[in-house]
Each structure stands twice: as structure tokens, then as C-alpha cells.
């Protein structure tokens, strides 16, 4: 039987990391290392993906440079079917994070003119529309401009369509699809935003007036605290296991997309899901790199001590 198909669109770029070592001192000179990686949120949450069972296509835009190449390479090395355009005259987006000295984001540079650009050129043509229809289901990110959006969830009409809101600036962009979203993956900051809440308003609250703009299923991260997911079974918690030691949090949150969305298309439901997003966002914290292998005894370690939901609502 042929794996379950995830279509990914969003970004696939150069991914910088400033790592400072010991005390971080705001605006001064701060000794630490940087490292680059290939990554992106949606492509980073199809790589977890496709390690727990599914198998995937990325339609991402890159420039004619060697960074545009290393993404190529980095998209073929996944096992990824590469369906992105190129831009000889233009520069691969790239994301650049300054961390503390446990690993903690301090600030994050976005230089991704190219998305706003070109998704909505790429949104409007016969390859995305191909693509979905070749899918069963598809995942994507805020990195796309609002127009782009509202393109791929046209073309998406009764396919899952499963997003990631990346940030609070960019969040707003998924305002207006929100009914149309299957499941939204967000922290705790951008559910806010999407709500229009205040900085009091909590998980539970969120998902209650998130499902009054008519979003059907949500994930409400917050880091060593778990998660709060909600469906139309309900609304319900589940509690982070505690990490053996934390290395990074980079893509954390990508890792827990993208195995949340790989178990809900084997057909569980979002709560036995969740605890697989957890626990791949577990074993990513515990190592350096954004995406790192989803080994099945290892993974069935790390699930083990996921606790089970708690309905909250």
C-alpha cells in the first residue's frame, strides 16, 4: 500500500543560528557560535513527516545562488520530491536566530523578500493546483503572503489543509482562512494575535474563540509547559515530558507539526497525534540541529513518557 502523500508549501531556505556562550549582555559583544543549516518551517515539518510514515513533495521558491543549490541538496537528501521554482536573478531567502545561552531566542532576522514576491505568482499556476490534486493532504506556513494563502486554500477545497502560523507578525495572515484550515499549529503568542486577546487570555480561552472565527482544530504550543489542542471532540492539555538536557529549541515546534500531522493522516485522532508531535519535539530539543533522525526505538522511548491528554473543555 502506497504511503499517505504531504504536499508542503512554504519556505525552504538558509537557516543561521548564533549561539551565545554563557551570559547573554544586550547591546554589547557577546562571544558564542554560529552555525547554518538548511531549514524552513514547512520544510523542516516534512522532513519530521516523512520519518514517521508519509511519504512528501515540497513546493518551495529559491534564488540562483549556492544557497538556492545547498537547499536543492538538502530537499533531494530528504527523500523529498522537489517541485520549487528558481529565480536565477534573485536571493534564497534565509532566517538568522540569536540565542541565549540555554537555547532560548533572544531575536530572529527574516530576509525572505523572495517569498512575498513570488508565492503569489506560483500560488496562480497549474503546477501548485497538480500538486494538491496529487496530495492527500497539504501543509504550509505564514511565510506565504496572504494572497498566496488564500490561492492554495482554493485549490485545496476538500483536501486537510494544515498550516503553521511561523510568527505573530505573520500569523495574521491566516486570519481570513481560518474556516477552511483543517488544523492550525501555533504558539501560545500567535494564537493570541489570531484571537485577538489579550496577554492574560489563556490556552483554554484561546481555543474557545478561536473556534468562534470557525477554525476546527488548533494546537496551542508553550514550550517545557506542552500543549493545548483542541477538535470537535474537545478541548484538552497535554504536558511536555521533561528533555534529558536541551540543546537547542530550533525547530521544536516544526517537529511537532510535522509528526502531529503524519499521525493524523495514518488516521489517529489529534490527541494520540499531539503526543507524537511531542515527542519528536523531545528528541529535536535534545540535539543541535533543527531536524534530527526520528529513530523508531528512540522515538518509542520518547513517546512512552508523553502523558496522556486531560480534556479541559
Do not use: W
Not at 251 to 280: F, H, I, K, S, Y
Amino acid at each position: 500500500m502506497p504511503l499517505p502523500r504531504l504536499l508542503a508549501v512554504g519556505g525552504a531556505h538558509v537557516d543561521r543560528r548564533g549561539h551565545v556562550t554563557g551570559t547573554y549582555f544586550p547591546g554589547t559583544s557577546n562571544p558564542g557560535v554560529l552555525r547554518e543549516e538548511i531549514g524552513g518551517v514547512v520544510f523542516n515539518a516534512l522532513r519530521n513527516a516523512v520519518q514517521r510514515g508519509v511519504s512528501g513533495a515540497l513546493l518551495s521558491v529559491r534564488g540562483g545562488d549556492a544557497a538556492g543549490e545547498a537547499v536543492a541538496r538538502a530537499i533531494a537528501a530528504a527523500g523529498v520530491e522537489d517541485l520549487s521554482a528558481t529565480f536565477l536573478d534573485r536571493r534564497t531567502p534565509s532566517y538568522t536566530a540569536l540565542l541565549d545561552g540555554d537555547g532560548e531566542l533572544i531575536a530572529g532576522l527574516a530576509d525572505m523578500e523572495l517569498y512575498e514576491m513570488a508565492f503569489p505568482r506560483q500560488a496562480a499556476r497549474a503546477k501548485l493546483r497538480a500538486a494538491v490534486a496529487a496530495a492527500d493532504a497539504v501543509l504550509c506556513d505564514a511565510n506565504m503572503p496572504a494572497a498566496a494563502l488564500d490561492k492554495l486554500a482554493a485549490a485545496c477545497a476538500g483536501k486537510p489543509l494544515h498550516a503553521v502560523a511561523i510568527s505573530p507578525a505573520k500569523a495574521v495572515r491566516l486570519a481570513a482562512l481560518l474556516p477552511r484550515i483543517s488544523c492550525l499549529f501555533m504558539n501560545r503568542a500567535e494564537a493570541r494575535r489570531l484571537a485577538g486577546a489579550g496577554d492574560e487570555a489563556q490556552p483554554a480561552e484561546l481555543a474557545a474563540a478561536l473556534r468562534g472565527k470557525s477554525l476546527a482544530a488548533g494546537v496551542i504550543t508553550a514550550g517545557s509547559a506542552g500543549a493545548t489542542g483542541f477538535d470537535a471532540g474537545g478541548t484538552f492539555t497535554i504536558a511536555a515530558p521533561a528533555a534529558r538536557r536541551i540543546a537547542d529549541v530550533t525547530g521544536a515546534g516544526d517537529a511537532l507539526a510535522g509528526a502531529t500531522v503524519a499521525a493524523l493522516m495514518r488516521g489517529q485522532d489529534l490527541p494520540a497525534a499531539l503526543r507524537e508531535g511531542l515527542a519528536a519535539a523531545t528528541l529535536t530539543v535534545e540535539q543541535d540541529s533543527a531536524v534530527v533522525e526520528l529513530e523508531a526505538r528512540a522515538f518509542a522511548a520518547a513517546l512512552a513518557l508523553v502523558p496522556q491528554p486531560v480534556m479541559v473543555a
